[in-house]
């Protein structure tokens, strides 16, 4: 007997600028709003925004000055989040923002909302990794 592993999958190219966030969150939002519920689909959109938004703030572009954004909802209800650029000279990392700082709290929000987030470098650039 074999079992087959359902597994639904979408991308996105982005803008290496603000809007691209916004692009990326409209995206996924209408892509996955009747497969999670409406809590998940919050926390979803949330993680993407951050980690877009990262992207755009500390990372160098990939080439053709975008930012890929993939999505994947696996057969047993993980959905991971992935936005890749060109990297920077410090990886993502966890920072503790004073109460009254303007940033500083993408992925202290990501780190609150998904079961799990990493990062993966390559040649060609980074990868920022989340699941819920």
Do not use: F, K, Y
């Amino acid at each position: 007997m074999s079992t087959t592993v359902a597994e639904r999958a979408w991308c996105v190219v982005v803008p290496h600028h603000a809007r691209g966030a916004h692009v990326a969150r409209h995206r996924l939002a209408h892509e996955l709003d009747a497969l999670l519920t409406e809590d998940r689909l919050d926390d979803a959109v949330a993680i993407a925004a951050e980690l877009v938004g990262n992207a755009v703030r500390h990372a160098a572009p990939l080439p053709g000055d975008v930012i890929r954004v993939a999505w994947r909802l696996l057969d047993d209800d993980t959905l991971e989040i992935r936005v890749t650029d060109g990297g920077s000279a410090a990886g993502p990392e966890l920072r503790v923002a004073a109460p009254d700082a303007i940033d500083g709290r993408g992925l202290t929000i990501v780190a609150a909302l998904a079961t799990g987030w990493g990062v993966e470098r390559d040649g060609l650039g980074q990868c920022v990794w989340a699941t819920l």
